[in-house]
């Protein structure tokens, strides 16, 4: 069993409640507009961390890390982009991908509006964690916990970093 944290939409600032937040996963995952190396390098040192670049982030980010993160873990396929769209209006970018090959677990980023749907037609969680940032029109910071195994995805948690903080 793995025990996953995921968040997007850092924007470059990263909330120090996340840490506690995540302090009992095992991986961390950011689905793109991450804004900084540093911020990466923060959830690097305290978790393994897996990350995909996104619109706003740089090439040194962009360097660093792939669009789009695809792999298999605890026997469940995970694919891990920024923009991707949802359920019923999935982004050009990756539409005829995920028809062909449809994972188990989709996660992106980029709305900054949590999302959370299960795709009848494909078989598939959807996950939008929503922004964990503070910049953007979202009114609370929100982050997502899973635990994934043996093929099945348990125990989502939605975690709302309410109010927005400015002591980030």
């Known amino acids: 069993m793995k025990r996953i944290g995921i968040l997007s939409d850092t924007h470059g600032l990263?909330?120090?409640r996340i840490f506690e937040h995540f302090s009992n996963c095992d991986e961390i995952w950011h689905a793109g507009d991450i804004g900084s190396p540093a911020v990466?390098?923060?959830?690097?040192?305290?978790k393994p961390t897996r990350a995909v670049w996104g619109n706003i982030d740089g090439y040194d980010l962009r360097a660093m890390l792939p669009r789009d993160n695809r792999f298999e873990l605890e026997g469940v396929s995970v694919w891990i982009t920024h923009i991707g769209g949802y359920p019923g209006k999935y982004d050009a970018a990756v539409?005829?991908?995920?028809?062909?090959?449809?994972?188990?677990?989709?996660?992106?980023?980029?709305?900054?509006?949590?999302?959370?749907?299960?795709?009848?037609?494909?078989?598939?969680?959807?996950?939008?964690p929503g922004a964990a940032g503070k910049y953007g029109f979202h009114l609370v910071q929100t982050i997502v916990r899973l635990e994934l195994d043996k093929g099945s995805i348990d125990n989502l948690e939605v975690i709302e970093l309410n109010p927005k903080s400015d002591k980030l």
């Open 95 to 128: 539409k005829p991908e995920i028809f062909l090959h449809p994972p188990k677990l989709f996660i992106c980023g980029h709305s900054h509006i949590l999302k959370i749907r299960y795709d009848k037609q494909l078989g598939l969680l959807h996950i939008n």
């Open 40 to 46: 990466l390098e923060q959830l690097m040192a305290f």
């Open 14 to 16: 990263l909330d120090k």
